[in-house]
């Protein structure tokens, strides 16, 4: 009885981090599909799709066009990391980050006395929850040192 329990425990855990892999995956896929008109390519072509077996549903594996998802969305949040006064340092960080494997850009911004600020920001994501995840794991390799979750559209 007890290696049954253990069993379906197994089970759960993994079902719950296949879940949570397939959300990581699927946040880093939408912010490179949302982001690589205005990044430079510097890997190989994108897939339209991904795959997902949902842990709920026994049967087949469902396809979902992040398109489509997209297009459901009302709000894309992106991950604010940084704000300086000269272009070079935020350039220096954004290619920090793209070495490491993170879609980030810079905007430029004048605040109220017209000071120009560049404003870099990691990602495009469908929810504050995915923006937050990449947010914490910034901090925790030590790339960032804090973070702002802004709304995007």
């Not at 990044?39 to 398109?67: F, H, Y």
């Given at each position: 009885m007890k290696q049954r329990k253990n069993k379906e425990t197994r089970r759960t855990s993994d079902i719950i981090l296949l879940s949570l892999l397939i959300l990581i995956v699927f946040s880093l896929l939408l912010a490179v599909l949302?982001?690589?008109?205005?990044?430079?390519?510097?890997?190989?072509?994108?897939?339209?799709?991904?795959?997902?077996?949902?842990?709920?549903?026994?049967?087949?594996?469902?396809?979902?066009?992040?398109?489509e998802l997209i297009k459901q969305s009302n709000e894309l949040y992106t991950l604010q990391i940084s704000s300086v006064r000269k272009k070079k340092n935020a350039d220096d960080l954004i290619e920090k980050l793209r070495l490491r494997g993170y879609t980030a850009e810079v905007s430029e911004w004048r605040n109220a006395k017209g000071v120009v600020l560049y404003r870099v920001q990691v990602g495009q994501y469908i929810s504050k929850s995915a923006a937050r995840s990449v947010g914490e794991e910034l901090l925790s390799k030590k790339l960032i040192r804090d973070y702002y979750i802004r709304k995007i559209n």
């Open positions: 949302i982001g690589r008109n205005k990044i430079k390519k510097t890997r190989g072509p994108l897939k339209s799709s991904v795959e997902t077996a949902l842990p709920n549903n026994n049967s087949s594996d469902t396809t979902v066009s992040i398109e």
